[in-house]
């Protein structure tokens, strides 16, 4: 079963500037689960790049809260302030997901079958211990 992932507009690179509400959210929704640093763009013409750590929609005033660097509490910030959003920084996890590793599993079942030596292939990167239980 292949995993959802992001469309592809919303990768390192991808800019948003609106002032459509859908568009923002929508954006602001596929940064929150980015793995990587945004930038946001505010409505008074200010940037802020930082870490979006959470984002609510329910709250009287919906808000996200970016971390910012070098600031111990995230900043808080009124959504009707943000005009847009890059999707500035590395996705940290990117490369890491299910099919890439399944992949790498695949190969080295196939190497190990032509009779290459290859590291452990089983889900495990060592055997584990099988003595019993004390």
Known sequence: MATQEFPPRFSQGFRCESRDAAEIAAAIDAA??????????????????????????????????????????PRRLPVHKITGLVFSGKDTASGRS?????????????????????EAVGLFPEPLDESPAV
């Open 98 to 118: 299910w099919e890439t590793w399944l992949k790498k599993y695949r190969g080295k079942v196939e190497a190990q079958a032509r009779g290459e030596a290859v």
């Open 32 to 73: 929150f689960d980015y793995r990587g640093d945004v930038t946001l763009l505010l409505d008074d013409g200010s940037e802020l790049h930082g870490f979006l750590g959470n984002r609510s929609w329910k709250a009287a005033e919906p808000f996200v809260e970016l971390f910012v660097a070098g600031v111990t509490a």
